[in-house]
């Protein structure tokens, strides 16, 4: 049997990246799987990927009413929740003076908004001892240049996961953030760094962590699967950094 047999799962943003990996792991552990993405095709393609009988639904996290059909589903076709990882996010680089309404806005509707109203919606119908996982970021604790919306928007996460571990003490669901460091995924892309300047970037985040590279989503997708599993029962209201010790520098 794997560390998640018999457990539904939801993971928003798990069409791609560190959500997509996780999605994996979980399906590989016995879960029953379900992911939430904007592309519907992007979905349907992670779906191949993950297997099992993973489903998905399209939708955007800053849409409450996404979350409310995403809840309605699981009560449908499962009973219930075991395992919500808020995992959706989006990040723009952009200097402070030059961070257009627009920027903000849309950083905080989805890694901030996105992720208190999931949460809210998919509570009610989460299993007593239940897991919940936030990816939050290095960014909320160490500053990164360019990254002043998205570390505001992230550490707002950290004190949402502290007032649920408290909130939902007596139900024994646990809530614990996720923060990575810099994770080689596609997102890299999006963030603008053209390709030829890539090989450039890599090596000065390397030379930022202690460990020497970048970390590899399915790296992530072990601490999320340590997060959601009976493997960190009586750990609720942390913040995991797996960042290969960038914080400290």
């Known amino acids: 049997m794997g560390a998640l047999s018999g457990k539904i799962a939801v993971v928003t943003g798990g069409n791609s990246g560190i959500g997509l990996s996780a999605a994996k792991i979980f399906a590989a552990e016995g879960a029953q799987v379900v992911i939430t993405g904007r592309r519907r095709q992007a979905v349907e393609e992670a779906i191949a990927q993950i297997g099992a009988g993973a489903l998905g639904i399209q939708g955007n996290v800053a849409d409450v009413a996404h979350h409310d059909e995403v809840a309605q589903q699981i009560l449908q076709r499962f009973g219930a929740l075991d395992i919500y990882m808020a995992n959706a996010g989006i990040n723009t680089i952009t200097h402070s003076a030059d961070v257009s309404e627009a920027e903000y806005d849309a950083q905080f509707a989805v890694n901030t908004r996105g992720v208190f109203f999931g949460v809210q919606k998919l509570i009610p119908i ?3 001892g239940g897991a919940i996982i936030l990816t939050g970021s290095l960014a909320s604790e ?3 240049d360019g990254h002043a919306v998205y570390a505001g928007s992230k550490a707002a996460i950290n ?5 649920w571990a ?3 003490k007596s139900r024994g669901i646990r809530v614990n953030v996720l923060s990575p460091g810099p994770v080689d995924t596609a997102i890299l892309d ?3 760094i053209p390709f030829e300047q890539r090989g450039l970037f890599e090596k000065a985040m390397a030379e930022a962590i202690p460990l020497g590279r970048m970390g590899q989503p399915e790296e992530l997708a072990k601490a999320a699967l340590f997060l959601a599993s009976d493997a960190s029962s009586f750990v609720t209201g942390i913040n995991l950094r797996v960042d290969g010790g960038m914080a400290v520098l």
């Open 159 to 163: 004190a949402f996961a502290r007032a």
């Open 142 to 144: 160490k500053v990164l």
């Open 166 to 168: 408290i909130e939902l």
């Open 190 to 192: 999006k963030l603008g």
């Open 126 to 128: 989460m299993r007593n």
